[in-house]
T-cell receptor, first 110, second 114 residues
Framework: EDKVVQSPLSLVVHEGDTVTLNCSYEVTNFRSLLWYKQEKKAPTFLFMLTSSGIEKKSGRLSSILDKKELFSILNITATQTGDSAIYLCAVENTGNQFYFGTGTSLTVIP | KAGVTQTPRYLIKTRGQQVTLSCSPISGHRSVSWYQQTPGQGLQFLFEYFSETQRNKGNFPGRFSGRQFSNSRSEMNVSTLELGDSALYLC?????????????FGEGSRLTVL
């Protein structure tokens, strides 16, 4: 059964901390892995990863994929209260089907 | 540029009723996909439409159906509602078929089944 597992389920940190969110997957015919940030409203796109070992970076956020070990991490450095959200990991297969993890709920305390 | 618009935003139904949800994609986007989000199961893929054709369907019963119109707007229908259908239903659009680019999500339709 294809599945995506995210850990931890929830996380509480203080402003300025660095966090690492994990996403492991078992999806046949992998095409890409995507990270989304969901605050109160719609999930918003962060990164799409297709190749192993190539880090994608956007400001304080970065992500990398390991296709051999079947996982990805999302790093957030110097966290801010505005980073508080649910972070979703999704894996797409070559059949254009998306599998989402249940998300990691991040709370950043001032 | 307007984002993905979903209506209604909130609705309450009773068991056995049916519901139709609407999704208007970003102008120019031809792919619309639907997802069910619940606290326990997370986001689960329902189906995807591209150019009025259903290209993929997730593991949901036949009570869940959808369609896409020539203007790319999509509707999703759930018949014979069950308590477990209470969820946030999200739709997402993209210019190309799934797999070719990022998804743009709407704010969702929150369905409560009593």
């Amino acid at each position: 059964e294809d599945k995506v597992v995210q850990s931890p389920l929830s996380l509480v940190v203080h402003e300025g901390d660095t966090v690492t969110l994990n996403c492991s997957y078992e999806v046949t015919n992998f095409r890409s892995l995507l990270w989304y940030k969901q605050e109160k409203k719609a999930p918003t796109f962060l990164f799409m990863l297709t190749s192993s070992g190539i880090e994608k970076k956007s400001g304080r956020l970065s992500s990398i994929l390991d296709k051999k070990e079947l996982f990805s991490i999302l790093n957030i450095t110097a966290t801010q209260t505005g980073d508080s959200a649910i972070y979703l990991c999704a894996v797409e297969n070559t059949g254009n089907q998306f599998y989402f993890g249940t998300g990691t709920s991040l709370t950043v305390i001032p | 540029k307007a984002g993905v618009t979903q209506t209604p935003r909130y609705l309450i139904k009773t068991r056995g009723q049916q519901v139709t949800l609407s999704c208007s994609p970003i102008s120019g986007h031809r792919s619309v996909s639907w997802y069910q989000q619940t606290p326990g199961q997370g986001l689960q893929f329902l189906f995807e439409y591209f150019s009025e054709t259903q290209r993929n369907k997730g593991n949901f019963p036949g009570r869940f159906s959808g369609r896409q119109f020539s203007n790319s707007r999509s509707e999703m229908n759930v018949s014979t509602l069950e308590l477990g259908d209470s969820a946030l239903y999200l739709c997402a659009s993209s210019f190309s078929p799934l797999g070719s680019g990022e998804l743009f999500f709407g704010e969702g339709s929150r369905l409560t089944v009593l």
